[in-house]
């Protein structure tokens, strides 16, 4: 019973020297390490950003993405830029066609023609007529995805107003 009575308040003291009552007690772990991004966040203002998808000449892949095949259409993703749009009537030789310009795109759905592509944060639909090569954009879900991460994972901090992260570059 001794020994239970002189444990018990060495256990507590212990315990009670673990917390920090003097204000100077230090982290574990270094805040300005850990904590923020090695990628700076690209911004577009939300007028931008609903003016920004247009259809132009093809362009080189440089980073592709997903690959969705509709039709006689071949649509590679340039990701986080937009889509590079083919002709694959013969699928052993492509022909490049246009270039669908949609920064912060990564994602894309094809329900007859009618494609619907996420941008950023904002979901559109977008009506393609590949035979006059015309795109127009007939609808937008605003915020209807959540922000963009940066590759590591962090989210983006003091964003302007009315602006949003389309796009992830490594810090020099």
Known sequence: MRTINVLMPCIAFLLLESCCFYGDCEDDFDDDNTSFSIYDPV?????DLEQS?????PLQITNSGKIYVKDNLLFVNE?????????????????????????G???LAIRESMLYINQ???????????????????????NAFPELLSPDGFYAYDVPANSIVVDWELKN
């Open 53 to 57: 998808i247009d259809l132009v000449e």
């Open 120 to 142: 950023a944060t904002d979901l559109i639909a977008a009506r393609y007529n590949f035979n006059q090569n015309q795109l127009s954009v007939t609808k937008r879900v605003e």
């Open 105 to 107: 795109s990564t994602d």
């Open 79 to 103: 990701t986080r830029k937009g889509f590079h749009v083919f002709d694959n009537s013969n699928p052993e030789n492509p022909i490049k066609i246009a270039f669908i310009k949609v920064p």
């Open 43 to 47: 911004y577009l203002s939300r007028t």
